[in-house]
């Protein structure tokens, strides 16, 4: 079965500097997702992504967080300056459209730690 | 925004026993519930979901029920394994931009013991 793969499995960083996660959603996915899970707390939506551009973003997803999709099969999240509160597990899904009734999947995630 | 509560937060059954776990949600605009198992160290995995036009939906021990007038929809596992232990999410889509914005529970960890 296809899979969200997400790479590093865990990213080290120091405070203040960039970060980028990467994540290859499934191929045929159109659309694409980061979320955020604090240690043994919820996941929480951070952004959407369709057509080249953000469709939707959460409150958390502020100036130093960004998306890209180089190219046709990796998609990224980049943090411009880490903070501590940063350290938490990101987790990539992917979905075939957007319509509600359309299931996301989700990678293993990337465990980022800030010292 | 959408608010997603979920109860309990964790849960202690024998093997065999039946589990629930109920979420309720606040915005009518949801029309799909995902239910999410996850183990630990890896990603949230999708066990079931419902859309807003069905009550009921099963799938073997996995049943998921929904009442759209009071805003609520419960999980179901039958005849539980200690496979089946875990953190379990519920979610809310909310339907809005050209993507739908999801809304977790916080999770309940469900332990089954053998």
């Known amino acids: 079965e296809p899979e969200v793969t997400q790479t590093p499995s865990h990213q080290v960083t120091q405070m203040g500097q960039e970060v980028i996660l990467r994540c290859v959603p499934i191929s045929n996915h159109l659309y694409f997702y980061w979320y955020r899970q604090i240690l043994g707390q919820k996941v929480e939506f951070l952004v959407s992504f369709y057509n080249n551009e953000i469709s939707e973003k959460s409150e958390i997803f502020d100036d130093q967080f960004s998306v890209e999709r180089p190219d046709g099969s990796n998609f990224t999240l980049k943090i411009r300056s880490t903070k501590l509160e940063d350290s938490a597990m990101y987790f990539c899904?992917?979905?075939?459209?957007?319509?509600?009734?359309?299931?996301?999947?989700f990678g293993d995630g990337t465990r980022l730690s800030i010292l | 925004g959408e608010n997603v509560e979920q109860h309990p937060s964790t849960l202690s059954v024998q093997e065999g026993d039946s589990a629930v776990i109920k979420c309720t949600y606040s915005d009518s605009a949801s029309n799909y519930f995902p239910w999410y198992k996850q183990e630990l160290g890896k990603g949230p995995q999708l066990i079931i979901d419902?859309?807003?036009?069905?009550g009921e939906k099963k799938d073997q021990r996995i049943a998921v029920t929904l009442n759209k007038t009071a805003k609520h929809f419960s999980l179901h596992i039958t005849e539980t394994q200690p496979e089946d232990s875990a953190v379990y999410f519920c979610a809310a889509i909310t339907i809005g931009g050209d993507a739908g914005k999801s809304t977790f529970g916080d999770g309940t960890t469900l332990t089954v013991k053998p």
């Open positions: 419902i859309r807003s036009n069905v």
């Open positions: 899904a992917s979905s075939e459209t957007a319509y509600s009734n359309q299931p996301q999947h």
